[in-house]
């Protein structure tokens, strides 16, 4: 027999005060002479002797009481070995629920955290009884077994099991066992062992369905705690472009972002960037405690197509983070569409076309061409990444819905008005996009009579950025232009947009809106001499420029990543539906489906690991940077209250148990509260209301003598 909670045992202590009473009622009674006193000499040596007895009795049956309730307090139980008690109960579902991600691959003065917890669970299995039943569910990577298995597969399964680096599937996985545990008719227990980590304890709030009963099916769990104060760890958490404007031949700029997860400082690490084989830089990293910081790399694309690379951080002692792999997206020649109104007359020509058309010239292959507003259909708009409606008197309402969709679609869309704009027309159109609206104007149209001025430019927006050169801490000094003439934009509310250019009365001159996928700019001004002396300014035609290259680069550039933890969902714009997808030189078929915009991809991938997964219909193909969750290098833990405390919002949560410290017996005492070793505290508990029963019948029957 052993007890759940030794350390009430103290209340032995009370045995102490029957005893104590006993002692006391010892004391020899008073003598007191009589004249019959000899009379009663023999009768006064009987009824002592009585007397004796009786209060042996009582001290034996008090102090057998107050022993067999401070049993029962420390919860007595007996292993299932004992056969007379364990065949009272049939068999119990254990769901194993265990902790293999990164943050297992620590180490304590126990040993590995995963062979702690491999260790524990060995122990429970087999602790259990011959026709017990176990489902082991490894927190990430695919699951073992669909359904329960025996001792001796339990401890197969246990054996196999190992720390991966794959995704984690928490919230999945526990709602598999408790599933599980419900539909059987046996009755079950989860036990759960992990670090405790809180990015995975987080993660529970996924479990909360919209099934209000589903909490009644929770089976009780017992949280085992694995390890001591996590490890400190350094981990590269981002790999991105440092703006939206990719093109081939244009060099571009690469953010790398490494943080210290750890208490104390980190130094002589290096980072690394490798492109297409190639390095191209290091730094030497050194950073404070939870420090983070982000280190540029230059990459200059020398094509279009998939541009792969690897970030590496070196000196680290945990290196399941020191990699991180990314897919970079450069666009082929970009088509932009120009919507001109060919009928207007005007003393003063747009300055746009000659923009574009230079710009047709660069290495970066934009090709545009001309329309009339009256020659836009929607099957036009399909060969296009990017419209400019440039000086229309009017939007037409018949290409209202097809610009709108062309725009939710991920596509770029700019707008720049003419002087002879209806306001009305420009405000029922933007009124589809809820962006804001045009409420009047300032200025007189070719008057060339200054009513404000640009404010100074700021880098921070990517039309603006790498325009010029100078030093990182260096202000942009350059003569802004001036303004005669421009509409008044106000901004909707919900929608208030990015502005790039304002006035010196704070007032939008050029207003990005992210709308749906896309992109749509709004420009106060027009682009002809009429407006502002800025298409002669020298800044006019880079900043024009870079303004067209981002509005067709807005979706078809940049990273394309999926991240561990989750199912593989992607729309690509293959043409058939034979796709195979190959990561890390295993290959597989995943669900595909035909949908508008191509064919739909979908795959569960807990069985993938970081790489780049290369897909594949035999005609096209598509690279896919696959990396783990930023949140696996986070080591941190909950403290045992805090565990509890979130713990118990989503599940039935009996015990916290935290085996820091703990021997092979003590481990033994805590998996005895499993259920597969029988309690018998209420053995103990009955054993002591007999004996008050038995106490009181002794002292009714017998009443309390006294001698005189």
């Not at 990719?246 to 980072?271: A, H, R, T, W």
């Amino acid at each position: 027999m052993s007890f759940l909670n030794p350390f009430l045992l103290i209340g032995l202590l009370a045995v102490a005060i029957p005893l104590i009473l006993h002692l006391i009622n010892l004391r020899k009674p008073r003598l007191i002479a009589f004249s019959t006193i000899s009379f009663f000499t023999e009768l006064q040596k009987s009824t002592l002797k009585r007397l004796n007895i009786k209060r042996l009795l009582l001290l034996a049956v008090r102090s057998l009481a107050l022993i067999f309730l401070a049993f029962a307090l420390a919860r007595p139980f007996l292993p299932s070995q004992f056969s007379f008690i364990g065949s009272e109960r049939g068999p119990i579902l254990f769901g194993l629920f265990i902790d293999n991600g990164p943050g297992m691959g620590q180490i304590d003065e126990n040993g590995p955290y995963i062979d702690q917890a491999k260790d524990y669970a060995e122990k429970i299995i087999s602790n259990a009884k011959q026709n017990d039943l176990f489902l082991i569910t490894p927190t990430h990577g695919e699951l073992f077994h669909s359904r329960p298995v025996n001792k001796q597969e339990a401890l197969h399964q246990l054996e196999k099991l190992k720390v991966e680096n794959k995704g984690a599937f928490l919230a999945s996985n526990i709602k598999t066992i408790i599933y599980q545990l419900s539909q059987d008719n046996t009755s079950g227990l989860i036990y759960w062992l992990s670090t405790g980590q809180k990015t995975h304890i987080r993660s529970l709030a996924e479990l909360i369905p919209e099934d209000e009963n589903f909490r009644k099916e929770f089976s009780p769990l017992q949280f085992v705690k694995i390890g001591d104060r996590p490890s400190s760890n350094t981990a590269i958490t981002g790999v991105r472009p440092a703006n939206q404007i990719i093109s081939k031949g244009m060099p571009f700029l690469i953010d790398v972002e490494v943080q210290n997860f750890g208490n104390d400082p980190i130094y002589n690490q290096y980072l690394s960037l490798e492109v297409e084989g190639t390095s191209v830089g290091e730094y030497q990293v050194e950073l404070e405690a939870g420090q983070s910081e982000v280190f540029a790399f230059e990459v200059l694309p020398q094509s279009s197509g998939d541009l792969r690379g690897i970030a590496r951080l070196e000196g680290d002692t945990y290196t399941f983070d020191n990699k991180r792999y990314f897919t970079i997206a450069v666009p082929e020649a970009k088509n932009m569409l120009l919507v001109q109104d060919q009928s207007q007359e005007s003393d003063y020509r747009s300055y746009l076309r000659p923009v574009l058309e230079a710009a047709s010239q660069t290495s970066a292959q934009i090709q545009f061409n001309t329309l009339s507003v009256n020659q836009i259909r929607a099957e036009n708009l399909e060969d296009y990444d990017a419209v400019v409606l440039d000086g229309l008197t009017e939007i037409p309402e018949f290409i209202h819905d097809d610009l709108q969709r062309f725009v939710q679609q991920g596509n770029g869309l700019i707008i720049f008005p003419s002087e002879n704009s209806q306001l009305n027309s420009y405000n029922q159109f933007l009124n589809q996009f809820t962006v804001g609206k045009f409420t009047g104007l300032r200025g007189d149209f070719g008057r060339f009579d200054y009513v404000a001025r640009f404010q100074p430019l700021v880098e921070g927006h990517p039309i603006l950025d790498e325009i010029f050169q100078k030093k990182e801490e260096d202000e942009i000094k350059a003569t802004m232009p001036d303004v005669y003439y421009y509409w008044v934009y106000e901004r909707d509310n919900n929608n208030r947009g990015n502005s790039i250019f304002q006035s010196n009365l704070n007032e939008p001159l050029l207003i990005e809106h992210k709308y749906g996928d896309g992109l749509l700019m709004v420009s106060s001004l027009g682009t002809d001499p009429g407006w502002s002396n800025f298409p002669t300014n020298p800044l006019f035609a880079p900043i024009y420029f870079r303004m067209a290259l981002y509005a067709v680069s807005f979706e078809s550039s940049g990273m394309v990543e999926h991240t561990l933890g989750k199912p593989f969902n992607w729309e690509s714009s293959f043409a058939n539906l034979n796709v195979e997808i190959e990561l890390n030189d295993i290959s597989v078929k995943p669900e595909a489906a035909m949908t508008a915009g191509g064919v739909q991809i979908r795959y569960d991938a807990k069985d993938w690991e970081p790489g780049w997964a290369d897909i594949s219909d035999g005609q096209n193909q598509s690279s896919i940077a696959i990396n783990q969750n930023i949140s696996e290098s986070d080591f941190s833990t909950f403290t045992k209250q805090e565990l509890e405390n979130e713990i118990s919002n989503h599940l039935h949560l009996i015990e916290i148990v935290d085996t820091y410290g703990m021997n092979a017996n003590e481990k033994n005492i805590k998996i005895g509260s499993a259920g597969f070793a029988s309690e018998i505290w209420n053995w103990f508990v009955g054993l002591a209301l007999v004996l008050l029963l038995i106490e009181c019948l002794i002292t009714s029957k017998y009443k309390a003598e006294r001698l005189s």
